[in-house]
């Protein structure tokens, strides 16, 4: 088996510098584009794979982004980590990703980051406990953006939503359904997006003339299990004390519910009413298809890696690409960039949508009404 192949025997086949190699595989604007596919089809033929680190080490930068996420198990890791790639796939970075468990310190993991410096960014999707840690690296001159909604906010760039409205909307969309007695399902209690939607929840109430009765809000931790007890204790009430209607701060808890009226003998909606939040995947599956707030995860994805590429390489380019869309993501950015006050946390919230279905009733009302 012969040596592998180097830039300096591209180079040599293609009758150029390795400087001009270097600039092809780092999708440079500054080549002939005749020698730029000559240099391609070299690079093709042979198979070649450039080193990452070696070529961002001859730019004087690491060629690799790094992303910390919860374990892929988590239901929106994916579609977060969907938008990530597509952009990534137009670049000439490539991703390193460490998979960690949040609710861990593993600060160990960023002093790695900082140690070897590997990676010229670092995107970090729920960091938990990791949160105070992120300041030190920042402070040591790696950029980061953050994707978080359940600790309290930092003072690093971050992408996310407006958990308030959110839930506000969910609520008043129950209360113009014409319930009054309307439960809620929250999430876990130190956590911010928590908060945030019970606040959205208690002014849909309050705005409404509703007193927001203490017994109809329980804590179920984001979890399809937690929803089933809060069922189990709600729909055990007399029925002139039981919640015509419930909005469940996540989706997860919100299937629970779901499955424990059927045992109950509830039929959703005509006896409760029910809206999720997130909207995961099976939402629109499940019979009746979930009611609930989609979260923009694949286009978090997006924002929130074309913002760390922003701090990263401000003159970086995308490969010329027809295909591929990004004015969205590049346009959003551009904006928070430019309304940006001096000192100001970079902080973006991105739409939200109410995506009604079966659960709630809506059909079925507007045929009562109509």
Not at 25 to 33: G, H, L, M
Not at 224 to 247: M, V
Not at 310 to 336: C, G, H, M, N, W
Request: charged content about 20%; glycine content about 8%; overall charge negative.
């Amino acid at each position: 088996m012969g040596s592998k192949l180097t830039i300096s025997d591209i180079a040599r086949l293609a009758g150029v510098s390795k400087a001009t190699v270097s600039r092809v595989i780092n999708q440079k604007a500054n080549v002939d584009p005749a020698t730029r596919e000559r240099v391609q089809r070299i690079i093709n033929e042979k198979g070649f794979v450039p080193s990452i680190t070696a070529s961002g080490l001859a730019g004087g930068r690491s060629r690799l982004i790094g992303v910390l996420s919860p374990p892929f198990t988590w239901p929106f890791v994916p579609e977060i980590m969907r938008g990530v790639a597509e952009l990534m796939d137009h670049t000439s970075y490539e991703i390193v990703l460490y998979s960690i468990n949040p609710t861990r310190g593993h600060s160990d993991v960023l002093d790695r980051i900082l140690g070897m410096r590997l990676t010229s960014g670092l995107l970090v999707i729920l960091p938990g406990q990791l949160s105070r840690h992120l300041i030190d690296l920042r402070d040591h001159g790696l950029p980061i953006v953050v994707i978080d909604d359940q600790g309290p906010p930092i003072d690093l760039p971050w992408v996310g939503i407006n958990n308030h409205e959110s839930a506000y909307e969910a609520t008043r969309h129950l209360i113009e359904l014409g319930h009054r007695r309307i439960a809620h399902i929250q999430g876990p209690a130190d956590f911010r997006c928590t908060a945030e939607r019970i606040e959205g929840y208690h002014q849909a109430l309050l705005e409404a003339g509703i007193d927001p009765d203490p017994r109809l809000t329980l804590e179920g931790g984001f979890l399809t299990e937690g929803g089933r007890a809060c069922a189990h204790r709600l729909f055990s009430l007399d029925a002139n004390e039981r919640p015509t209607a419930i909005f469940s701060a996540n989706d997860q808890m919100a299937y629970g519910l779901m499955d424990v009226a059927a045992e109950y003998g509830i039929r959703v909606p005509e006896d409760v009413a029910i809206v999720g939040f997130d909207d995961m995947l099976l939402s629109s599956y499940i019979k009746p298809a979930l009611t609930t707030i989609r979260q923009p995860f694949y286009d978090m994805g997006k924002v929130a890696i074309e913002l760390l590429m922003s701090f990263v390489d401000p003159q970086f380019s995308f490969s010329d690409d027809q295909t591929y869309k990004r004015a969205e993501a590049a346009l959003i950015v551009q904006q928070l960039l430019n309304n940006r006050e001096d000192k100001e946390p970079l902080h973006c919230h991105l739409p939200t949508r109410l995506v009604v279905r079966e659960s709630c009733g809506a059909a079925q009302h507007i045929s009562l009404s109509g």
